[in-house]
């Protein structure tokens, strides 16, 4: 089931943002985010905003596009009356569920939408996720002609015990399928993978990497599975039905994609993320990583506007309502102050390769450097240069250290 919404401030019902929300707004990356919450299954680890056709409740999938496209034009209006200047979007990113499960001509519909509302900041990047067995040749010809330039395919694993295990319904032997079809479309391809998942091994994962790099992929993502409360694999666990994840495995699951991708050629530069080369990084994730600015569409998105954040009622019958009565569809709000965005930016920024200044931190964050780089965590290099950049052992223990910098 999808996880609850958080708690915080009701939404006002035009929408419209705080001033505070334009200070140097001119300066951050603009970025789109649209939710498509359908799927054909619920994979047992998934506690994401999603719905199948049993679970919509009246809504009606067909009736989608219409309705985040009429979102997009509230975000338009809302961003001008609250003062935010006028702004290209450097990215565009179809999640989901699987965004892929809609008619390419609905897809092509919102993101022409997108374009006409805010258009594209040359060399912009569009990316949409797709189910393996969610699309064919023509689809993927049909997304390039439209305007994306880069698909995400939720491989997960090659090893059809473990995809069992996940409650993925695609072959594994249609990998090398999809990718060469979205490679002859002109699309540059990610492969997300999930590692830990109950009765892998160490030898399974290593087949699920080298499947994976041997398509070549521009782009690779590997997630630990994190066991959700509330999903079915939670209860699995619960009842003793399966094991739960090992963490040290885990962790030599990670070592090992580290090195395989390393000696392939590609470049770690975020904890779960790797790319042949800068040009291929997920951009639009790097936003959120680094603080821009997005609006995100569709039920249950989150939306950050200069230290404002929202976030849409969840199900599609509630968007769908609220679209229709012509206000928002947020149904709560945060705006956080100084301290917190400057908290959540050392949190986020650990993350990734090139790290933060030493400037980000309070004075008892700066003290707690010096244990950091005798427990191999930090780069001892690049913090006596100013920066704070972790090392593959800081990798592994990141939450440790983004403590370690925080604790007061």
Known sequence: MPSPLPIADPAPRDGMLPESATRGAA?????VYLHVPF???RCGYCDFNTYTSDELRGAKRGDFAGQAIAEVAMAKTVLARSGLPARAAS?????GGTPTLLPVTDVAALLRAVVETWGLVPGAEVTTEANPDSVDRDYLFALKAAGFTRVSFGM???VPHVLATLERTHDPERIPLVVEWAREAGLQVSLDLIYGAPGESLEDWRASLEQAL???PDHVSAYALIIEDGTKLAGQIRRGQVALPDDDLQADMYELADASLSAAGYQ??????WARNE???????????????????GPGAHSHVGGVRWWNVKHPAAYAARIAAGGSPAAGRETLDDETRRVESVLLRTRVREGFPLTRLAASGRTAVAGLIADELVDARAALAGRIELTLRGRLLADAVVRRLLDD
Not at 91 to 95: H, I, L, P, Q, R
Not at 268 to 273: G, L
Not at 279 to 297: A, I, K, M, P, Q
């Open 27 to 31: 300066s951050r990356n603009f970025g």
């Open 39 to 41: 799927c054909r299954v």
């Open 91 to 95: 990215t565009v990113f179809f999640g």
């Open 156 to 158: 997960q694993s090659a």
């Open 214 to 216: 041997a398509q070549r």
């Open 268 to 273: 770690w530069y975020e904890v779960s993320n």
């Open 279 to 297: 040009e291929f990084r997920s951009h639009h994730n790097l936003g959120y990583w680094v603080g821009h600015d997005w609006w995100g569409v």
